[in-house]
């Protein structure tokens, strides 16, 4: 188990928000990972937006790695959506960079097809009470992608919008409920910049009516969700007492 390694990939952004968001964010993890007595390394970096491509950068760390006693890297990526990233981009940059990294590389399922996620939005519109729920989601253009957003909203027993369609248009129910809007996003970019405006706009018109909750890692939950599945990752049944308890 200690001979082993995680990173996070995430899309990346222009946004500085962006990249402060997951630098804490991964701060986080290590800090409630280490709290379990779990103290091994992990990275974050992305698929987008970077100096160099996404193989090279998992060769060297990989190289890092093996010089200090580590054989394995895991790779797990942070996308909440089956598209090409997850389907496509990330497989071929990892079988490339494994071609020649002293460490197994794996990529472990992405957080979107973790069962324990549609827990986690339930209870984040639970606590908005009776109320008319929109998933906001970014969409794909790969065939089919975006019956797994629709199959989503069915289990959450909201609306889905893809941001784009006609988002500022919202229209509320028969029953005058209130508007909770869930961003199916995991940190603030540019678009959330824009959702956060143009949701802005709506609630002035509908006072009291419209409420954008926050992006998923801004939420404890998302964190503690995590911790689990790298846990479990490590074929760990319990974790380990907490140091100093």
Known sequence: MNSSAFLLVCHGSRSGNYSLQVK????SLRKDLCSLGFTFPLFATYLELAQSPLSER??????????????KLYILPLFLLSG???????????ALAAK???????IMPSLG?????VTLLRQLYDTEGDCERIL???????????????????????????????FPGLSF??????IVILPYFLFPGRIIEDIVQQVGQLAEKHPGKVKL?????????????????????????????????
């Not at 998992?58 to 054989?71: E, H």
């Not at 019956?147 to 784009?164: C, D, M, P, V």
């Open 24 to 27: 804490n964010f991964c701060a």
């Open 58 to 71: 998992i060769k060297q760390l990989a190289v890092n790695l093996a010089t200090n006693g580590y054989d």
């Open 84 to 94: 090409y990233h997850v389907v496509k981009d990330i497989p071929t940059e990892v």
């Open 100 to 106: 020649d990294s002293p460490l197994v590389l794996e």
């Open 113 to 117: 097809q973790n069962p324990e996620l």
């Open 136 to 166: 906001l989601a970014h969409g794909t253009s790969l065939e089919g992608g975006n019956q797994e957003l629709e199959t989503l909203a069915g289990k959450l027993e909201a609306r889905l919008i893809l941001w784009g369609d006609n």
């Open 173 to 178: 129910s028969q029953e005058g409920k209130p």
């Open 213 to 245: 909750l926050p992006v998923l890692g801004e939420t404890p939950q998302l964190g503690r969700l995590l911790v689990r599945q790298i846990i479990q990752q490590l074929g760990v049944t319990s974790p380990p007492t907490p140091r100093g308890l």
